[in-house]
T-cell receptor
Framework: AQSVTQLDSQVPVFEEAPVELRCNYS??????LFWYVQYPNQGLQLLLK??????LVKGINGFEAEFNKSQTSFHLRKPSVHISDTAEYFC??????????FGTGTRLKVLA | GAVVSQHPSWVICKSGTSVKIECRSL??????MFWYRQFPKQSLMLMAT?????????EQGVEKDKFLINHASLTLSTLTVTSAHPEDSSFYIC??????????FGSGTQLSVL
């Protein structure tokens, strides 16, 4: 069985500061890993994904994540956040099936 | 990228009535669509997988007679919440799967049952 843990339910950070949103997963098989962002009253948008290859994945809006197999982590980072980055961020994992398992989400609040 | 249109975005209904939510794939044919439910401060939970031309596959614990799914064409899947009750109030969101395991999500429907 697969599972995803996002330990931080909320992360407040000042504008232009760096941020890291943590994601750990468990799986007995090879996985695909994703980060999605959800703005208020909107659907989810894909930020980035790891399927294979380079463990450092760059996504949209300046976000990046690093797949660490030994630590079973896929933390999301941004060196300098903006007010517009305020949103809910979801980490997700899937195997070679269509079933995605989502984490409980981390609410990033960027403060002026 | 692919676009998925979902509506209504927000609906309020009386307890006991039925609500239909539509999910359209605008620029590609979606043989499979997924329906998720998201309660406040919780993650998305897969409810069912909608397959064009065949019966939907429901996740454990999801009542198929309460959440009717129809996927009659390659571009449209509908979720009908029958005899809605306040505990059905939630954010419902559909998605289709494109290439490279990527999911394309609709904008979601906030259902409030009074």
């Amino acid at each position: 069985a697969q599972s995803v843990t996002q330990l931080d339910s909320q992360v407040p950070v000042f504008e232009e500061a760096p941020v890291e949103l943590r994601c750990n997963y468990s799986s007995s098989v090879s996985v695909y890993l994703f980060w999605y962002v959800q703005y208020p009253n909107q659907g989810l948008q894909l930020l980035l994904k790891y399927l294979s290859g380079s463990t450092l994945v760059k996504g949209i809006n300046g976000f990046e994540a690093e797949f660490n197999k030994s630590q079973t982590s896929f933390h999301l980072r941004k060196p300098s956040v903006h007010i517009s980055d305020t949103a809910e961020y979801f980490c997700a994992v899937s195997g070679r099936t269509y079933k995605y398992i989502f984490g409980t989400g981390t609410r990033l609040k960027v403060l002026a | 990228g692919a676009v998925v249109s979902q509506h209504p975005s927000w609906v309020i209904c009386k307890s006991g009535t039925s609500v239909k939510i539509e999910c359209r794939s605008l620029d590609f044919q979606a043989t499979t669509m997924f329906w998720y439910r998201q309660f406040p401060k919780q993650s998305l939970m897969l409810m069912a997988t909608s397959n064009e031309g065949s019966k939907a596959t429901y996740e454990q614990g999801v009542e198929k007679d309460k959440f009717l799914i129809n996927h009659a064409s390659l571009t449209l899947s509908t979720l009908t919440v029958t005899s809605a009750h306040p505990e059905d109030s939630s954010f419902y969101i559909c998605s289709t799967q494109g290439t490279n395991e990527k999911l394309f999500f609709g904008s979601g429907t906030q259902l409030s049952v009074l």
